[in-house]
């Protein structure tokens, strides 16, 4: 089973309709299928929670069970410990990006596994040469 790195902007859009929805659908199929294990580091449900609250569509209710879907898909969910400490930093510091956005780019590195984000701004601060798509770009 391949595996992916998957951010807090691919996976928001499982819950509300916004520009490539239809690709990140696709990646979830892709995991509910067995074609393909998704990996983020743990704070990935606290985002993605926090983007839904901010959108004005989620109350307490639609916050829980989304939260609840995601356990219930098990994403695998790695802790930020050991050598993904320290690579999430220096790509932090290396790149100019957030911690946040490290965790997920050093978790790809770390499983030699390709990220997937909308992040166009993220992208770019990565560079061509990282291994980190657009969601646009996404076929199995």
């Not at 520009?19 to 659908?25: K, N, R």
């Not at 100019?96 to 965790?103: L, R």
């Amino acid at each position: 089973m391949k595996a992916l790195v998957v951010d807090a902007s691919v996976v928001v859009k499982w819950f509300v309709e916004e520009p490539y929805t239809t690709e990140a659908l696709r990646i979830l199929q892709d995991h509910v299928g067995g074609r393909v294990g998704l990996h983020a580091p743990s704070l990935l449900p606290y985002e993605v929670l926090n983007a839904l609250k901010y959108t004005g569509e989620f109350g307490e209710e639609d916050l829980t069970r989304a939260g609840r879907a995601l356990v219930d898909l098990q994403i695998t969910l790695h802790p930020l410990e050991g050598s993904l400490l320290a690579d999430t930093v220096a790509l932090a510091l290396g790149k100019g990006i957030t911690i946040y956005d490290a965790s997920y780019a050093a978790l790809a590195v770390s499983l030699n596994a390709p990220l997937y984000t909308a992040d166009e701004k993220l992208l770019r601060r990565l560079g061509r040469n990282f291994p980190a798509s657009h969601l646009r770009d996404y076929d199995l």
